[in-house]
């Protein structure tokens, strides 16, 4: 009869954040939540390191050719696309650990309100930041996969 | 069996659910992503290692001797199986929590939250390991 009854509970509810549950997404909003901030320190030096090495090289191309107006202009050039690239970089980066934060902050405040909806939001952060890693991993394999043909190309035309 | 159910939990409906299955597809194509990289990249060591150690025996001095190959091929083996370990909880998490929901099986969506519990643990772990380590290298 008791399991019967656990049985109807079940089919009534489908699956529930329980004890057990609860206390691993504690755990993992708290690690989450850690790794977010820890990513957020690690892409701000980054930021700065890369604008400050950017400054550097514009200023060692500088002394070396100060008279010469077209390639400090290309210099300068170069030296703006290195820092946007790296900054471009940072910014995606960013967005990963920004979508991690916010599931384990939802997480949190959903575990301690007991509120399904922010339970849900921190799910759906969750799906967005897999999801997003998953596109950028798959443009990173076609990008790969597109030098190592070309690579293979240039020593077969060889 | 210690019933851990209440009426008070909150519930993994629909939203949830949806969103809990579109992760976890995504997880587990990274985490084999990863897998397949960890692999590969072993591969690659062994096929290529001649090169790997004349290469780095001319930008560090002295690397030419057995000890160092040595350690070279230990901190790449050692690395390799903290992300297939990495890689083994995301996946694990993904398929369990996956079946959890299909079945709608209390136990074995708990498993696949401890498994995503562990990922993270884990990944923190080494963000500790890494900070420390390069803190303890700039003092």
């Known amino acids: ?158 | 069996m210690e019933e851990n159910h209440s009426i008070l939990d909150l519930q993994v409906d629909q939203t949830a659910s949806k969103n809990l299955s579109d992760a976890t597809r995504w997880a587990k194509f990274l985490s084999v992503t990863g897998f397949v990289c960890m692999g590969l990249m072993l591969i690659f060591f062994t096929v290529k290692q001649s090169e790997i150690i004349s290469g780095l025996s001319r930008v560090i001095p002295g690397f030419t001797d057995i000890g160092s190959f040595g350690t070279l091929i230990t901190v790449i083996v050692i690395a390799t199986l903290i992300g297939c370990l990495l890689m083994y909880f995301l996946f694990r998490g993904s398929i369990l929590i996956k079946k959890g929901i299909e079945t709608k099986s209390q136990e074995i969506f708990n498993s696949g939250l401890a498994s995503l519990k562990n990922y993270f643990m884990t990944y923190g772990i080494l963000a500790i390991i890494g900070l420390i380590s390069n803190l303890a290298s700039i003092f």
């Open chain 1, 1 to 158: 009869m008791e399991q019967q009854n656990q049985n109807q509970e079940a089919d009534l509810f489908g699956l529930s954040i329980d004890t057990t549950g609860r206390a691993h997404l504690t755990e993992a909003a708290k690690w989450a939540r850690f790794l977010a901030i820890v990513g957020f320190v690690f892409i701000a030096f980054f930021a700065v390191f890369a604008i400050a090495g950017g400054s550097y090289i514009a200023n060692m191309f500088g002394r070396v050719n100060p008279y010469n107006e077209i390639s400090s202009g290309i210099t300068t050039g170069m030296t703006v696309a290195i820092i946007t690239y790296y900054l471009c970089i940072g910014l995606l980066v960013f967005f990963a650990y920004l979508f991690l934060y916010r599931f384990a902050v939802n997480m949190r405040m959903a575990l301690h309100g007991n509120n399904q909806e922010l339970l849900n939001r921190s799910f759906q952060n969750l799906k967005i930041l897999y999801r997003y890693w998953g596109i950028l991993t798959v443009i990173g394999l076609i990008f790969f996969a597109l030098i190592f043909v070309i690579a293979i190309m240039g020593r077969a035309s060889m």
